[in-house]
T-cell receptor, first 110, second 114 residues
């Protein structure tokens, strides 16, 4: 999606924290999402944040939202090899549309 | 409850051939949409629909047609396939007002145009 930007690659060591960043442009987005895609598979919703929240924590996942800078991040604590995948951020638009970033490929090294 | 069903899962077409990718949902969702996924470009919106009889263009609509004659079905038509349409196609549905986890994706159709 041309309006949502992510870096393409991230490499971390097992046990470290991973931080995946995303910038978006539509300040009227109601929800922002993080999806995970494993090789050859479809999209799995990981977590979401409502636009009036600054932070959301869900087990090993922490989502931070900075509305002023239109910046969203996903932190994965204690990253495991099973977390290796492509992570997409997405913003909701009217009409049930989702606009996706390019995806960040997370590589976890043992 | 099957969710969103896409058929076929795999397809190989020759340049210039036509085909229809099928998408059906059984959740009575109002909104349906089609995306294509290409390496390094994420998922890009092709067409979307807010209800039966209503469709609109997304980011990359050229070369694709859609129709929404029923709430359940949202087929995507390629009238004259081109190699640039080689991609993985995902269909999704959601219900108005259900932004929280309200998007359901199909398992995808992998299309190769030779």
């Amino acid at each position: 999606g041309e309006d949502v930007e992510q870096s393409l690659f991230l490499s971390v060591r097992e046990g470290d924290s991973s931080v995946i960043n995303c910038t978006y442009t539509d300040s009227s987005s109601t929800y922002l999402y993080w999806y995970k895609q494993e090789p050859g598979a479809g999209l799995q919703l990981l977590t979401y944040i409502f636009s009036n929240m600054d932070m959301k924590q869900d087990q090993r996942l922490t989502v931070l939202l900075n509305k002023k800078d239109k910046h969203l991040s996903l932190r994965i604590a204690d990253t495991q090899t099973g977390d290796s995948a492509i992570y997409f951020c997405a913003e909701s638009r009217q009409g049930g549309k989702l606009i996706f970033g390019q995806g960040t490929e997370l590589s976890v090294k043992p | 409850n099957a969710g969103v069903t896409q058929t076929p899962k795999f397809q190989v077409l020759k340049t210039g051939q036509s085909m229809t990718l099928q998408c059906a949902q059984d959740m009575n969702h109002e909104y349906m949409s089609w995306y294509r996924q290409d390496p390094g470009m994420g998922l890009r919106l092709i067409h979307y629909s807010v209800g039966a009889g209503i469709t609109d263009q997304g980011e990359v609509p050229n070369g694709y047609n859609v129709s929404r004659s029923t709430t359940e079905d949202f087929p995507l038509r390629l009238l004259s396939a081109a190699p640039s349409q080689t991609s993985v196609y995902f269909c999704a549905s959601s219900n108005r007002g259900q932004g929280v986890a309200g998007y359901t994706f199909g398992s995808g159709t992998r299309l190769t145009v030779v």
